[in-house]
């Protein structure tokens, strides 16, 4: 009578096969035979191993290492009830993923050993979805057919008519299997053959779950729009969602409409999810509580997501609302898919295919390198498996390199009515800045910031805004006193000084370009747009509240004449504008993204010519210093268009959000006086903007690395 | 199915569009003739409405309910549920073999505790995101139904008499 499991091992399936021995098929006691002890090393004595039946069970044994057995009673009786005769074998093969997991493969075919399973042992089951495929032809369905069902409504009245449709149909269906239907009909942009390529990646080889991950300034947002169209085009697509940046919805909601005339309606309460089939969405807004329910039950045909790279941790609520959103096609945008580490990738991959990097910790043991996350240990094969789910263009495999930017700093001196100007607001900033509500009431905190920026902006624009807070009733005597003396002064600047040096500019340097000016204020563009009138010059205005339709006249005007377009930062969001190469910033906002939009209407693909930035700043105030913070700090004039949002994402803290900069700056400028203090407070809010560029700056040269090839 | 050299009769064409998870589109042409209601795929039917002259006056056809047009098609719609079923598995699978190997990665870290002196904190954290990954993967396997629940679209695009044969 033997009492030992016999073993041998057969190398090329790693498996183990064991001689059913009458010991075990009486005590449960498996004898470990010396060559199958290194299958076993691993384990401590009394370890638990689990031995797993057709991937579905666990049943438990327990390994003694000094008596090199494992006792398993639940095996034996699965084995005793398979009416397994000693000599009979099975085969067991260890897991990948633990040492002490054990697959067991039984001489019965897969459904026999189920069913005896089922009836015999007490086995815990492992987590499995079963689901059956849904039944295209469901009771549902024919249902709802055989209720619509009436012949006599035909969808085609006559034979001449059934074969247009035939003629069509066929044209449609070809062009389909073919390649992309929907270009022919995108008529309000110039698209690239790497968009085009895209799109085409993403529709028919990534089946709509893709990450598209071109670097900065390629136009991934063209790429989706063309993603969108085409697939409304073929009538896949009805049910959209796009989720950014709050910073970004407005943005997105108008070049959707400029450049392929779709409506998204913007989600600001819930009932728009609700009422619209095209919403946009900001990030901030989906994670409310509110908007949860709506989600947890309704489905989309494609979700977007913008700036993707904020859902890089899966711990976040952003992560767990994308993961649970339910939605037939997924675009992931972002540039820098890696920010920090290698799992931000994977995280991003798991959103679009769940398990098909294997799970967190077979990802982080394969791949990541102990030391220096974001270097894979395998770079070749961890490219070939997100190649399936990712899309990326570079500006060497495009060849597409924009024309050099040259920017001008162009100094303004105030004369003697402006400056003593300039001095009462600031005194009125000292004085009041502080003790005024930060609420949206009244004269406010805001409100002198809205000073500060008019007043290096126009004298008038400042003088209408101070005449309108003066017709206020609940004004204190000191604020309504500085005031008065406000608009005194302003009343007395004929000329502005800035106005001088642009009707000098235009008279000389730039006679005969077509230029494009930004101010931030109606006011002043009104200003800018009279005194060139007077000189002859043909102007052009663009603003917020003109209608798309005029908006578009103004546009094609400028693009047809040699003229001077007088914008606002209405025109800074979505406008093509390429076809001009001079932009002078009249007025600089404080907020780097808005002026990164501004050089993004002139400085972008399809633009031919060398770009001249041309930025107006008076000495010695507060744009002085705002020209040092974008210039020397952030180094917005030297960066591609869309980086700095990138760079904006590794600011950890409150400055991560712009608007808070405005508050920032104007805190120091009613804090100190002295403009070196002014400036040494703003230079070190300028140093978070350096750490974070540094930051930026590795992680891109870390994923270069990575997805090289892959474009 | 092939057509007869002569062919007279009632006919139906029907488009038919299914989506998710891949859109399918196609035509479909009903025939009646002494033999009853026949049906004849896309490539058939594109031969004959373009080769045949029709009655356009208003016939009266042959009756026919929604569910003989259902039990017709129903074999040629049996082909694309295999296509789904196909993909459906692929997608399953790949997502059971996720949570198998989940499962195994948290039953090992609970088996090593035993080493630890955090146990029964450990344990709990364990126990929970075991919890979690059971109901993630419930989750999952809802929108992975839901991206894979069909719509169908079963117009009726001409109807009349054939007036000539083949």
């Not at chain 1, 010396?34 to 191993?49: G, M, N, T, W, Y």
């Not at chain 1, 459904?111 to 295209?136: F, G, S």
């Not at chain 1, 309504?480 to 502005?496: G, K, N």
């Amino acid at each position: 009578m033997s009492f030992v499991i016999t073993t041998q091992e057969t190398r090329a399936s790693n498996q183990a096969e064991f001689n059913l021995s009458e010991h075990f098929l009486e005590n449960g006691i498996m004898q470990i035979s010396s060559s199958l002890r290194q299958h076993f090393s691993f384990l401590r004595d009394h370890e638990e191993v689990v031995f797993q039946i057709l991937g579905k069970y666990e049943v438990l044994g327990s390994y003694r290492k000094g008596s090199a057995f494992v006792l398993s009673l639940e095996l034996r009786t699965l084995c005793l009830s398979l009416k397994l005769q000693p000599g009979q074998k099975i085969w067991l093969k260890r897991s990948t993923h633990s040492h002490r997991i054990f697959d067991v493969s039984f001489p019965y075919d897969n459904a026999t050993v189920d069913a005896v399973m089922r009836a015999t042992v007490r086995a815990r089951e492992i987590p499995q979805l079963e689901l059956e495929p849904p039944a295209i032809l469901s009771l549902g369905a024919v249902t709802d057919w055989m209720r619509d069902w009436d012949l006599t409504k035909r969808e085609i009245g006559s034979s001449i008519e059934l074969n247009q449709w035939l003629d069509e149909y066929v044209r449609q269906k070809e062009q389909k299997k073919q390649g992309l239907i929907g270009l022919e009909d995108v008529s309000g942009i110039d698209y690239y053959p790497h968009q085009v390529e895209a799109v085409r990646k993403a529709i028919f080889d990534c089946h709509g779950r893709v990450l598209l991950a071109d670097e900065v300034g390629l136009g991934k947002t063209i790429e989706a729009g063309l993603i969108i169209h085409e697939y409304m085009r073929r009538r896949e697509v009805s049910k959209i969602l796009i989720v950014t940046p709050a910073s970004l919805t407005r943005q997105w909601q108008s070049e959707l409409k400029l450049k392929f005339d779709l409506d998204f309606q913007l989600a600001l309460e819930p009932k728009t999810l609700e009422d619209e089939s095209r919403v946009i969405v900001s990030l901030d807004t989906v994670k409310l509580r509110r908007y949860q329910g709506y989600f947890a039950k309704n489905t989309y045909d494609l979700v977007i997501v913008d700036e993707a790279h904020k859902l890089k941790n899966r711990k976040t609520l952003n992560y767990q609302f994308v993961n649970r959103i339910s939605s037939k096609f997924l675009l992931l945008l972002t540039a820098t898919p890696i920010q920090n580490e290698l799992l931000e990738l994977y995280n991003l991959v798991h959103l679009l295919a769940p398990g098909a990097l294997g799970t967190l910790q077979q990802f982080r043991k394969r791949h990541v390198h102990p030391v220096n996350r974001r270097q894979p240990i395998q770079p070749d094969e961890l490219k070939k498996m997100i190649e399936p789910h990712m899309i990326r263009n570079t500006r060497r495999s495009t060849s597409l390199n924009l024309p050099p930017r040259r920017v001008i700093m162009q100094e303004v001196v105030f004369a003697q009515a402006e400056r003593q100007l300039y001095e009462k607001v600031e005194s009125l900033i000292h004085d009041f800045y502080f003790m005024l509500s930060s609420e949206r009431q009244g004269m406010n905190q805001l409100t002198m910031m809205l000073f500060q920026k008019l007043m290096t902006s126009s004298p008038q624009a400042l003088l209408e805004s101070v005449s309108g807070i003066l017709n206020r009733s609940d004004l204190g005597f000191e604020i309504r006193d500085s005031l008065m003396q406000m608009e005194t002064f302003a009343q007395e600047v004929i000329m502005p000084a800035k106005l001088t040096v642009v009707l000098e500019l235009l008279e000389q340097e730039l006679k005969g370009e077509r230029v494009l000016i930004f101010t931030q204020f109606r006011r002043t563009q009104e200003v800018i747009a009279e005194a060139l009138r007077k000189n002859g010059v043909l102007v052009h205005l663009f603003y917020g509240e003109m209608s798309s339709k005029q908006k578009e006249v103004v546009v094609n005007q400028f693009r047809d004449q040699v003229s001077v377009l007088v914008s606002t930062d209405a025109g800074s969001e979505g406008q093509n504008l390429q076809f001009a190469r001079y932009m002078i910033n009249y007025d600089l906002p404080w907020n780097p993204m808005k002026v990164e939009q501004r050089i993004g209407r002139v400085h972008r693909l399809g633009q031919k010519h060398e770009v001249f930035i041309l930025n107006l700043f008076v000495k010695d105030t507060i744009e002085e210093h705002i020209v040092h913070l974008l210039q020397r700090k952030i180094r917005l004039f030297e960066r591609i268009v869309g980086e700095l949002e990138m760079i904006l994402g590794y600011m950890g803290n409150e400055l991560a959000d712009v608007d808070s900069l405005d508050r920032k700056i104007m805190e120091i400028v009613a804090k100190y006086r002295e403009h070196k203090d002014q400036l040494q407070h703003i230079d070190q809010l300028g140093e978070e903007f350096v750490k974070a560029s540094s930051q930026y700056a590795s992680s891109i040269m870390a994923q270069d690395k990575l997805f090289e090839g892959l474009d | 199915m092939n057509l007869k050299s002569s062919q007279t009769g009632h006919y139906l064409v029907f488009s038919l569009r299914l989506e998710k998870p891949v859109v399918h589109e196609s035509l479909y042409l009903l025939l009646h003739d002494d033999e009853g209601w026949k049906i004849h795929s896309e490539a058939e039917a594109l031969k004959v409405l373009r080769r045949e002259a029709f009655s356009e006056a208003s016939v009266k056809l042959p009756p026919i309910s929604a569910l003989e047009v259902f039990d017709l098609l129903r074999e040629h719609v049996r082909g694309l549920q295999n296509e789904v079923n196909l993909l459906f598995a692929k997608e399953l699978s790949q997502l059971n073999q996720y949570y198998k190997e989940l499962h195994q990665e948290i039953a090992s870290r609970k088996q090593a505790l035993y080493y630890h002196t955090y146990y029964f904190d450990r344990e709990q954290q364990l126990i929970l995101e075991e919890k979690k990954a059971g109901q993630e993967m419930q989750e999952q396997g809802e929108l992975l139904k839901i991206r894979f629940s069909p719509q169908i679209e079963l117009k009726l695009l001409m109807f009349g008499e054939l007036i000539q044969g083949l």
